[in-house]
């Protein structure tokens, strides 16, 4: 699930790999073209999602009830594709914080914070999120929404608006994060809801 996202957000990241090929018709060597082009995406894929996710927790997690734990969740609407050293993402972001009960990842804070991020790489050679503008809460959440995605906003309220979509895609950050941190747990669960299993 994990090699999946990174190659989404590579799409995302380098959606003109298509357009790279030459016209001489030289099929061989446009496809090991492509082929480097879009590894070298998924290699920039991964170093961006890292920075956001890295966002998410220290400055967003932190904003909330503390858990054990703060894993994000990211649901990308677009980008505007790497520039230098810099990127626009625009995406529905998600925060929870867990505490472990036996064999279960209990939620014990969260929320959503869609907007648009603008990552760069810092001095060190690192990326990191500059900036984050986020769509506001109550009366003025569809005008700031729809200023703040703009052409991309029927794309972002789409997936904003599918409960499966975002459970599959916080299942799957579960997953990966479980997996990574090899932790002992089965389950995840909300409160007041059955538990759901971590596959």
């Given at each position: 699930?994990?090699?999946?996202?990174?190659?989404?957000?590579?799409?995302?990241?380098?959606?003109?790999?298509?357009?790279?090929?030459?016209?001489?018709?030289?099929?061989?060597?446009?496809?090991?073209?492509?082929?480097?082009?879009?590894?070298?995406?998924?290699?920039?894929?991964?170093?961006?999602?890292?920075?956001?996710?890295?966002?998410?927790?220290?400055?967003?997690?932190?904003?909330?009830?503390?858990?054990?734990?703060?894993?994000?969740?990211?649901?990308?609407?677009?980008?505007?594709?790497?520039?230098?050293?810099?990127?626009?993402?625009?995406?529905?972001?998600?925060?929870?914080?867990?505490?472990?009960?036996?064999?279960?990842?209990?939620?014990?804070?969260?929320?959503?914070?869609?907007?648009?991020?603008?990552?760069?790489k810092n001095d060190n050679g690192e990326y990191q999120v500059v900036s984050f503008e986020q769509v506001e809460d109550g009366h003025g959440n569809l005008e700031s929404a729809k200023r703040i995605f703009g052409e991309y906003y029927d794309?972002?309220?789409?997936?904003?608006?599918?409960?499966?979509?975002?459970?599959?895609?916080?299942?799957?950050?579960?997953?990966?994060?479980?997996?990574?941190?090899?932790?002992?747990?089965?389950?995840?669960?909300?409160?007041?809801?059955?538990?759901?299993?971590?596959?």
């Open positions: 699930m994990k090699q999946m996202r990174l190659w989404m957000m590579a799409a995302i990241l380098f959606c003109g790999v298509g357009c790279l090929t030459s016209c001489n018709g030289n099929a061989n060597a446009d496809k090991a073209a492509e082929d480097t082009v879009a590894a070298e995406a998924a290699q920039q894929g991964d170093v961006i999602i890292n920075a956001i996710n890295n966002y998410l927790v220290d400055s967003i997690g932190a904003q909330y009830a503390p858990g054990e734990m703060c894993i994000p969740v990211i649901a990308m609407t677009c980008s505007d594709g790497m520039k230098a050293d810099s990127v626009f993402m625009w995406g529905d972001y998600w925060v929870f914080n867990y505490k472990v009960a036996g064999d279960t990842l209990k939620c014990v804070s969260g929320g959503n914070h869609p907007g648009k991020m603008l990552i760069k794309a972002f309220h789409a997936a904003n608006s599918d409960e499966n979509y975002r459970e599959k895609a916080r299942a799957a950050s579960i997953a990966d994060y479980v997996k990574a941190n090899k932790l002992p747990v089965k389950f995840y669960q909300d409160y007041g809801w059955p538990a759901k299993e971590i596959k």
